[in-house]
């Protein structure tokens, strides 16, 4: 299991640095181990990690023309 609010950390560093296929894949490994939230304030970063989950299970739709980091 992994530690939430280290895998969080980890998972900003890697979304802001601009890896993002592995910070989407360390999010869906961190949401298949239950995390249900994450120890973010900023609106912006949890829905990006939220993101590919929305939109797999058809939930929420985005472009690239409406989301930036």
Known sequence: MLNESLATQVWKILYESGNEKLASELAKEMINQGCDG???????????????????????????????H
């Open 38 to 68: 994450i120890p973010i304030d900023d609106a912006h970063l949890v829905l990006m990690f939220w993101k590919d989950y929305l939109e797999e299970n058809g939930i929420a739709s985005f472009t690239s023309n409406n989301i930036t």
